[in-house]
T-cell receptor, first 113, second 113 residues
Framework: AQSVSQHNHHVILSEAASLELGCNYS??????LFWYVQYPGQHLQLLLK??????LVKGIKGFEAEFIKSKFSFNLRKPSVQWSDTAEYFC???????????FGSGTKLNVKP | NAGVTQTPKFQVLKTGQSMTLQCAQD?????MSWYRQDPGMGLRLIHY???????DQGEVPNGYNVSRSTTEDFPLRLLSAAPSQTSVYFC????????????FGPGTRLTVL
């Protein structure tokens, strides 16, 4: 089965700091990759996704992620975080357009004002 | 559009009791799924459906049952609740699987005593 690893379980940053959250997956074939965010008290929502083309994808709220196939990675970045980015972030993978999605364990980001 | 709705929001059960978690969507999505979210483990897929009358197992299906008689509804049944099923349950829907964004419901927090 697919495994998705998010090595940073809890990250604390000050406002304006840069952010990079790691995501690695195990499947060697074609993948669709996602980052979802769960703000306190809200539903999970999509930040961005990659399925083909340019490996650098841009999402909402200034987030971007880079797909590096050779490293099986899809790291999430933001140049300057805000207090409102405090949330839990989940990486997810779908392999070969099959019907199952695999999520990482999540990273809780706490941004200090 | 209401999006994805789930009821109830909270539920406490005794070991051995059965219950049904309700999920409905009004976006005419073919793909629907159930996840459970446990601390440090992210979201794990319980069951999914690619259309009315079609369901299949995810990563952690044991102890749960689903059916999909209409496009809109995808209930999750706990046959005989166990403390290990204490979790937060999320329903999600999307146009199809693969590279499509999933829309999540607000979740049901279930405690089994």
């Amino acid at each position: 089965a697919q495994s998705v690893s998010q090595h940073n379980h809890h990250v604390i940053l000050s406002e304006a700091a840069s952010l990079e959250l790691g995501c690695n997956y195990s499947y060697g074939g074609t993948v669709n990759l996602f980052w979802y965010v769960q703000y306190p008290g809200q539903h999970l929502q999509l930040l961005l996704k990659y399925f083909s083309g340019d490996p650098l994808v841009k999402g909402i709220k200034g987030f971007e992620a880079e797909f590096i196939k050779s490293k099986f990675s899809f790291n999430l970045r933001k140049p300057s975080v805000q207090w409102s980015d405090t949330a839990e972030y989940f990486c997810a993978v779908n392999e070969d357009n099959f019907n199952k999605f695999y999520f990482g364990s999540g990273t809780k980001l706490n941004v200090k004002p | 559009n209401a999006g994805v709705t789930q009821t109830p929001k909270f539920q406490v059960l005794k070991t051995g009791q059965s219950m049904t978690l309700q999920c409905a969507q009004d976006m005419n999505h073919e793909y629907m799924s159930w996840y459970r979210q446990d601390p440090g483990m992210g979201l794990r897929l319980i069951h999914y459906s690619v259309g009315a009358g079609i369901t299949d197992q995810g990563e952690v299906p044991n102890g749960y049952n689903v059916s999909r008689s209409t496009t809109e509804d995808f209930p999750l049944r706990l046959l005989s609740a166990a403390p290990s099923q204490t979790s937060v349950y999320f329903c999600a829907s999307s146009y199809s699987s693969g590279d499509n964004e999933q829309f999540f419901g607000p979740g049901t927090r279930l405690t089994v005593l």
